[in-house]
């Protein structure tokens, strides 16, 4: 991961551990991919995808969840979940356009499984 990214994932997590969230991994890896951070509020899972783009030209960050990575992610998250099979999860993006926390988009269930 470059610089860039890892400072974006670092702001994201902090902006979770600020708003109540208890950040429980980051970078987790399974044959599926990566999940950049679970994190538990109120008993639920949340797998955030940290999405940096400082440019906007192919859709940004936004635009750079595609159905494909949905996919893999949904898929890492069911191998996460066989710890904890009886809990309930969300998937949540964060957006960023620059690295500075006060920009980020933050968008809860993002999409479903």
Request: aromatic share 8%.
């Amino acid at each position: 991961m470059n610089r860039a990214g890892a400072r974006a994932e670092e702001l994201c997590a902090d902006m979770l551990r600020k708003a109540g969230l208890r950040v429980l991994a980051r970078n987790w890896r399974c044959r599926h991919g990566q999940i950049d951070l679970v994190a538990e509020e109120d008993g639920t899972l949340v797998f955030a995808e940290v999405r940096y783009r400082s440019d906007e030209r192919f859709g940004g960050a936004a635009g750079s969840i595609t159905a494909a990575k949905q996919s893999r992610l949904i898929a890492a998250a069911r191998l996460y979940l066989m710890r904890r099979p009886e809990a309930n999860c969300r998937f949540d993006v964060l957006l960023l356009d620059s690295l500075e926390a006060e920009r980020i988009r933050w968008i809860r269930n993002a999409f479903t499984a």
